[in-house]
């Protein structure tokens, strides 16, 4: 809801023209009336129509300015006839018109070339830079008249009181975390200029390898083509690049050019994605940078957490070579504590912390202790597996005994598990278990089904079922039954989805005399995770959420102290590796320009990409045309559960060259420049 | 299959063809000007959109498929008004020069222009200036550009130097070198041949001629064995001295076909003479009085035939080691294999999805093999597998695994290939015995191509489905050539592959196929024709007997596809030729092409006289060339041999192997190709040798002197120097194994 004077956004008619600003009609959409806390807009004009949140605003240099953003934005046109010379005609003839020199005849041009941009351009750009351009012409159709009949400048055509900022977004971009210019990366694939696709990936997401096949993808969910047909394969597509890069033996096909070291340093507390992408993009401007990791491998938990036949660790070790390339130092085997910390405030110029949420909360139940054996944390489960699968890190005896581990890694050949869970860490725990033989894998989950794909993916959950996990839906633990503090069965009770009879929404409640014992050798909470914070010194008073996490204000994420940073889980709490990667760039964004000045300003890019995601760029109602609906998707081939189930391999093959091409170009390139007048 | 119709017309697609392929095929017309079939489509231009009746708005018929009983419409008033528009977008400021450009007449936007009658310029937009860019043999003028991005797809795609891009910028968007401020590329000028416009042309040719005034003579390259389709366009050089001809320069049908450097721009190597009798006479009397006929591969078919019927006729030899070294080859190829050709062709390759390319500098030797192979890697994402003692960095963007092997080993390292490759293979069992038996240490530490390396080779073909597996023309001269040739057809027979073998020249299987070859014995009373000899006789203005060079003849050649290919002669020749010996000997044809017909239907030549021998590409791109030779069946009679012990390469080695555009002295003689004929090293070679960059040096091999200027190539690594032979007189880079051991001499700097 925004106040607005005049608005066709997304084909509302407000038109508040004339009428005393206490009777002004309000805009459906949060529309960003204010830029900063320094400054109202005074119009927004994008692809889906305009906003003017003052009455003084100069149409027609703001349709001109519009159409000159077109041509600034070389990123993304350029690449189409109409786009390129409908773009460059609709500018010199506005601007002629706003200056004072237009002819009537322009108008009929502008309609025209318009017109044809809208039906034939490549990329949405092109196809919806007129659309506000019209509406202006059309409601606001005297002014311009006024500056043709009369041959006279628009209003503040030559005065300098109104800074125009615009940005180029997508859905799919608006809706990652990290903001990945998606389509450029798509269109690299597509263009068989894989060198091209992986730099516009790494852009803002160094992690390419990765985020080509862990990623939840909610730009996927998010994409336009989905109003057509089917949504983009957009995550997999990714790995085409960056498999391109390995398969040349080229180096590094780094986005930019790195700076020269300008003397700052930073340190940054943990090797995870978060830590690794401040890392990157720091070492990129020019800062001196140190990571300290707590284990002796780099990568937190994608390296220790996310298993070998999801995430090979090779692939993700190119991701980090990536950053390593840039000069990065790694210091492993070091837990930061306070006393570091403090240090370490004197010693860098700032501190970014990225140490996740590595403490498995519990299920909270009847006589859940840690000392009983066979109760074991999902993360602590997780780091075993995956020390020993990736690095031959074998579990140490003392670890071994208190596991009750017969052998030097996690085999439970004989053994009963029983996960609570349903999110990707739980899913990750039972397809493990079966990995390391289990004689039966039990997933208990509070929720259904449906929820369950939800929360992880379709793939993820019909994988795990296809490899002999047992989910128990609508059920939760109640008990933990041990003899002589060796866990021998659990109690569980089963719950029923009951309708709001007041049409709210439908609660659990537990359905009595339903509940019944199982046996089991372990039970492995991965319920959630909570932020381990002790490193953080108490003195400093550093802000926390509610929810246990440090707090920023989610935009330039420095903390309630001067200098120290914080990015990923530990912020936000357990959330995406995408999400991770977001929250760094932009912290890492942030650094950089407050270890030269001590500032802490946001570059207008980023309050762009802050007020669209608030505004929101996909709209799933829009009626998409100019593309061919029934175009299927591509699915990348499987192992199979019988070739998957008892070892480590990749269970994803990634597509084929031929599928990757054709689901390149099911791609629309829904690119939109919106901009912001203040 | 897809049913859907077109204007009402029931049409049908197969999977992954787009309303645009299978409106074409269906004979429809679609305007386009950005859309080259050989290419992923740029999808700029935006003039082939159509109706569709599943969506109100226009769709792009270059990138869409169609659907089940989607119904298209190609024309309406709307399509019309919408295409009009985008061509008056077209012509908004692009410069009216079509006086003196060189597309005029060819020009895909004149054509448009005035397809759409656009007849004065409907839109404006600020004029902006821009300068021509001189890049070597190709200018660009960026005010003439479209903008197809044809140029900058065929370079990625096809070819693989990856060399332009797009720099974008809206209007001032311009075609500019990647990652270079100048145009640093193996000049292939297939961006000139696709570009619609006069943006990009040859800066030899700019301002030369009238694409009108032009006679196109459709012809066969002569510079290597692939055989690429070519048109020479000639022209009068004045209108004062009338009938004086000469090439101005080489066309190719881009669409379908691709063509290399040397076979675009060398294309001057035509010689002329008169009807010298006393010279005739006087090689009328050596052929007489020779014991033996040496001759080089750059011939036809037809004077092949000739040559082995002198041979009938005066009981000569015929010398072609080169040739013979691939007959040889062959033949032990067809004792294993039953057949008398392999399978694979260029075509194979661009289909690949795995690709093993063993034994040759193959992105210089066949042009035409590494730009099959670009498309391949590209298009099908094939993982290519490329074994050679040395790197070679045009391929780094197309090699997914190098594997270097010791110079000499290549026997060793075929057959743990072909035990890597036929491990899973129904095999008799006396040949699995062979490999049981094979000692893989000593194969892989004396090749020095580790176990490691065969297991990586393995794991990355594991899903592929369509292999070839390429054998360059090192072997075919190797010492054990022939066991080789035993283990490729296993391979080929066992492994699912294709097998393509490149052998050196235009018409080395030609020549293979239609002479009976003498081992070269090195004696006195040798005629050399186009090769060294007591008496020359060669297309060469200072042999003893001049006659007709490639791109003077008439006749066919056979290509590495084992197709025969015509040529025809792009400058009348006025001087004596192979047939007005032979005639004179005593053989009777009136033109040499009288010999096409009776060319061996033994070896799989058909009678078919030259005038009826097709030499074009239909519309659609069908290859009406002339035919594939057919593949006989033979007997198999063949054994595998034991590897023998592997020859050691050590000291001072060279790899005989051409610069990029340089393949022999035809090409050597031409204009417009770069002449670089220095010894190439690393710092590694030039510490052991103890010379420096720059240096003058006498090189000693095999009882022959040259003198060199050693550069030192910081591109290249290891002990093995490239040394260069297309300058050398007839000299073949094939007619011995091309590692070889020199002595080397810095004479001065």
Partial sequence: MSKVYFSTWRGEQINNIGKPEEQWEVSAYNLPADYNEHAHSKAFIGWDGLALFNPDVDVVRLAAEYAAQYQVYSEACGRCAPGRWGGRILYDLLDKIARGEGAVSDMDHLKEVSKTMQETSKCEIGKTVP???????????????????????????????????????????????????????????????????????????????????????????????????????????????????????????????????????????????????????????????????????????????????????????????????????????????????????????????????????KVYCENERADIQGYWGAIDFLDKVNLEVKYGIMVPEVDQKKHMLEKDYVDLTGKTVVCVGGGFTSMDVVRCSIRANAKKVVMIYRRDEKTIINNTTYEEYHEAVEEGVEFIFHSAVAEMRDENNVLKSLLIDRFELVPDPNGGRPTLEKIEGASFEMECDYLIPAVSQSADLKLIPEEWEIERTSWGTIKTNGKDYMTSRKGIFAAGDCEYGPMTIVNAVGQAKRASSVISRYVQDGQIVLLDNEIMEDHLRRLKVYNKKEKVTGWLPGLPREHSEVLTADERKYNNKEVKYGFTQEQAISEAERCMRCYYIAMVAH | MINFTINNQPVTATKGETILQAARKAGFYIPTMCYLEKTTPCASCRLCVVEVNTTDSLVLSCQTQPTQGLEVTLDSERLQRERTNIMRMYDVNHPLECGVCDKSGACDLQNKTLEFNIDSQHFTAKEQPRKTERWGLINYDPSLCILCEKCVHVCNEIIGDDAITLQFGGYKSAVIPKNSDKLDCTFCGECIAVCPVGALVSSDFQYQANTWELSPVPATCAHCSAGCSLTYEVKHTSIATGNEERIYRVTNNFEYATLCGAGRFGFDYDVQASKDTVAFEKAVSALRNAKAIRFSSIITNEEALILQNLKEKLGLKLFNEEARAYQMFMQAYASISGKSASSGTLDAIAQSDAIIVLGGRIATDNPGVRYAMTTAARHNGAKIIYMHPLEDTLLQNVVTQFVKYEAGSEEGVMAMLAKTLLADADLSDEIREFFNELDEGYLCAESNAGDEEFARIEKSLRRMKRKTLIIGSDVLTHERAQNIARLAALVEAYADFSLVIVPVNVNTVGVSLVCDLDQDENSAEVVGYNANGDFVIGAMCESDLTVPAMNGQEGTVVSMNHQLLPTNVAIGFEGYCLNDLANALGLRRLNTIDYTAQLPKTKGFKAIAFDKVGNFYGALGEDNRGYRLETLDVPVNGALEEIAELPEFNGTVVYRCNPVNQFNIYTAHTTQLERDAALRGSAQFAAAARIGNGDRVEVQSNGNIEMRTFVLDESLKGTIALSPTFDEKFGAMNERYRFEKIKIMRVGS
Avoid: W
């Avoid at chain 1, 409601?139 to 009949?149: G, L, R, V, W």
């Fill in chain 1, 131 to 361: 659309t506000p351009l019209l509406d202006l012409m059309h409601h606001f159709e005297a002014e311009f008249m006024d500056c043709i009949n009369n041959q006279k400048a628009s209003k503040h055509y030559h005065m300098q009181d109104t800074n125009y900022i615009a940005k180029i977004t997508a859905p799919c971009m608006d809706a990652c975390p990290a903001h990945v210019d998606i389509p450029a990366y798509i269109e690299g694939v597509r263009d068989l200029r894989f060198d091209d696709s992986l730099m516009a990936t790494r852009q803002t997401m160094p992690l390419a390898h990765t985020c080509g096949r862990v990623c939840p993808h909610p730009c996927e969910t998010e994409c336009r083509r989905t109003n057509l047909d089917e949504p983009i394969s957009i995550m997999e597509l990714k790995r085409l690049g960056a498999d391109y890069e390995i398969d040349h033996g080229f180096g590094f096909f780094h986005p930019a050019q790195q700076k020269p070291l300008n003397g700052k340093k930073v340190a940054v507390i943990g090797s995870g994605p978060a830590g690794l992408t401040g890392a990157y993009y720091m070492a990129l401007e020019g800062i001196d940078v140190d990571v300290y990791e707590e284990l002796p491998v780099l990568g937190g938990e994608v390296a220790v957490g996310v298993p070998e036949y999801r995430m090979p660790i090779d692939r993700y070790n190119q991701d980090i070579k990536a950053v390593r390339d840039l000069g990065v130092t790694f210091i492993t085997n070091t837990r930061v504590d306070a006393d570091m910390m403090r240090q370490f405030e004197s010693d860098y110029d700032a501190i970014l912390v990225a140490t996740g949420t590595r403490i498995s909360k």
